[in-house]
């Protein structure tokens, strides 16, 4: 028997945006975690929220028909395995990603320019906002604590399978370059009690990184720094990591991060770079989509990072696998 065709048999429901849109409301305005905390109605919801109530209504009326809320004859709404996944504490944190006025929900909103960056091949971020999403993170201490949050988030997730390559082996130091609040530096020092990190990072994220490993009783072996991967970086250590670095910047400023590392490494160090891997089709379309909205960016294969190691003087050594990601070296070529 063949089997069926599981895409949509129209395309009406894959282009309509009042499904998603009303989720990122719901998320921004935190509706799942009042209503487990019994607030059911759309009239005590709407005082909750400072909310229109019939506005209210609407919206989560349309969130039953996604099968994210349920309704019952007395007009109590609740929440289905769909919205339970919006309240705040759920383990995903996909409230904090969908939320409008949170540094990734506000960068998604900038899909709406995408025809722009089809005609043009610039991000859509700075043509929807006039600015872009890191001029945004300087000037909102809102903003860059929740995108510092999200991302600290991502990184505890991938940090154990980066931190148990045998790729860090035998190495003394290594300096995390735009090592966020220090949670890949921390996996690596714990499972490796020789190892030095020093993370590199701008003011904001380094205070987070230097109080967090303190706490965690790492501070005799690690180091934060404020600097720049776009200025000269601190010479001398046997690795540089590039952890979902490289994904955010086109070719030109990405080749010029690795020839700051590559500066920095010298003739006997280690560039290595962290990029989620590739599926048989190349990488994720979606988060290649979002990169090229948000900065520009790209993902890239093991192939598109050695073509730009190749501009900054670098060539691939080895390409470790820690699934779902690669880590690949780059040196001198002797």
């Known amino acids: 028997m ?36 019994g607030v059911h109605t759309t009239t005590e919801l709407a005082k909750v929220v400072d909310a229109d109530p019939d506005a209210l209504d609407v919206t989560m009326r349309h969130l039953v028909t996604a099968g994210v809320l349920t309704r019952d004859a007395e007009d109590r709404y609740r929440l289905t395995h769909l919205g339970d996944q919006l309240r705040d504490e ?124 303190a706490a965690r009783g790492l501070a005799d072996r690690a180091e934060v720094t404020v600097g720049s991967f776009f200025d000269p970086l601190p010479a001398g250590a046997d690795g540089y990591i590039l952890s979902h670095v490289l994904h955010d910047w086109d070719d030109e400023a990405a080749t010029t991060i690795l020839c700051h590392c590559s500066d920095a490494a010298g003739p006997d160090g280690s560039v290595f770079v962290v990029e989620i891997g590739s599926g048989p089709d190349g990488p994720s379309s979606g988060m290649n989509l979002r990169m090229l909205a948000w900065f520009g960016g790209r993902e890239r294969t093991p192939e598109g990072i050695a073509r730009l190691a190749g501009n900054a003087g670098l060539a691939v050594r080895t390409v470790h696998e820690a699934p779902p990601l690669h880590i690949i070296e780059l040196a001198r070529p002797e």
């Open 2 to 37: 063949a089997e069926r065709d599981p895409s949509p048999s129209h395309i009406r429901p894959l282009a309509d945006l009042t499904i998603p849109m009303a989720i990122r409301v719901a998320a921004t305005l935190r509706l799942a975690d009042h209503v487990a905390c």
């Open 90 to 213: 759920h383990p995903e944190r996909m409230r904090d990603a969908l939320d409008i006025e949170g540094a990734i929900g506000r960068a998604e909103l900038s899909f709406a320019a995408l025809l722009q960056t089809v005609r043009t091949g610039l991000a859509a971020y700075p043509h929807h906002y006039g600015r872009t999403l890191w001029d945004d993170l300087v000037d909102s201490p809102s903003l860059a604590a929740s995108f510092d949050a999200f991302i600290g988030f991502k990184t505890a997730t991938i940090a154990p399978a980066v931190a148990s390559s045998s790729v860090w082996a035998g190495l003394d130091h290594v300096i995390d370059v735009g090592g966020g609040d220090g949670t890949l530096a921390a996996a690596l020092l714990t499972s490796h009690p020789r190892l030095r990190v020093t993370v590199l990072e701008q003011p904001g994220p380094a205070a987070t990184a230097r109080a967090a490993l």
